[in-house]
């Protein structure tokens, strides 16, 4: 059997760090896909040892590759990007797993609908065991929220779950890489934003992964959240100045992020406050803002 296949069409890039018993699986999982047109790139960022690199040795369609450590998900990506030969690429992390039958739909769905230039859905969530919990994240309780144009509502409002996406390569040529600047926090929802700038998103309304909870997950710390909205001002920003929003729609985005920022109030409440003024430094003189700040800390004396 090849070790790689010399024209895939769909190229996977995982993130790894020290989670081989994780990684295996994940693996596994890309294996019993029922669309066999892929590559896998597995880029390890700075594991200890050989564990890693002898396990994808196993799998006949991975390359693995070790850089120095970044200590998060945002350059393996990256480096990634950079090797992928696939038409399309897919983005799981190395505690996730895919339904078989999770590329052979996406694929099908981007052939036949040119117009968008990604798909997603949400996730369905387990434990360490792999047991689902009964419960799902990603999921609107609308779905046309994260179908279509949606660069006028997406911004500090909501994100994709990067391992449901398959999105185009040239989506990725013209939005380019994940922030390398940013804390690991919040890089992946600055990149699905970025791409809403660029294209429009189809929204399966199916669960296309699922979200290993545990303790040792890449769960982001909270602290680190209180800097997103300012790197989401930058890309709105970016996207104006460029002409990819009307101005109609960067006033809404604009609002929108001064609300996300004051959310952030209970968990960094000076942080916050101050991070406020670089948004708008007006933004105590809307009602709406005063509103939702006195919600916040009526909540926070419960």
């Known amino acids: 059997m090849e070790k790689i296949m010399s024209n895939p069409q769909v190229s996977i890039i995982i993130p790894t760090f020290n989670r081989p018993e994780f990684l295996a699986l994940t693996l596994k999982s890309i294996e019993a896909q029922s669309y066999a047109h892929y590559e ?57 797993l895919w339904p ?43 779905p046309e929220v994260k179908h279509g144009d949606v660069k006028g509502r997406m911004a500090g409002q909501w994100t994709l779950m990067t391992p449901t996406v398959l999105l185009r390569k040239d989506v990725v040529k013209a939005v380019g890489y994940f922030n390398t600047n940013m804390a690991q926090a919040g890089e992946d929802t600055e990149y699905w ?22 303790d040792s997950s890449s769960v982001k710390n909270t602290t680190h959240y209180v800097d997103l909205p300012l790197h989401l001002q930058r890309c709105v920003d970016k996207a104006y100045a460029e002409g990819h929003l009307t101005k109609a ?40 803002n005063l509103k939702v700040l006195g919600k916040i800390l009526l909540k926070k004396r419960k």
């Open 40 to 96: 896998v790139w597995v880029i390890d960022d700075g594991t200890p040892g050989e564990t890693n690199k002898q396990l994808c040795a196993a799998f006949p369609k991975v390359h693995y590759l070790k850089i120095e450590n970044s200590g998060g998900p945002a350059r393996p990506r990256n480096v990634g990007i950079d090797r992928a030969k696939g038409a399309y690429i897919a983005f799981v992390d190395d505690d996730d």
């Open 100 to 142: 078989p039958q999770k590329l052979e739909q996406q694929v099908a769905l981007l052939e036949a609908k040119p117009e968008y230039g990604l798909v997603h859905g949400y996730c369905t969530v387990i434990d360490t065991n792999g047991t689902p919990t009964g419960t799902s994240i990603g999921r609107p309780g609308s």
């Open 193 to 214: 934003t970025r791409c809403s700038f660029h294209t429009r998103f189809y929204y399966l309304d199916s669960s296309l992964a699922f979200y290993r909870k545990h």
């Open 249 to 288: 729609h960067y006033r809404q985005l604009k609002r929108q992020l001064v609300i996300k920022q004051l959310k952030e109030y209970k968990e960094q409440p000076w942080g916050s406050f101050l991070r406020l003024f670089r948004l708008d430094p007006f933004w105590f003189l809307t009602f709406g």
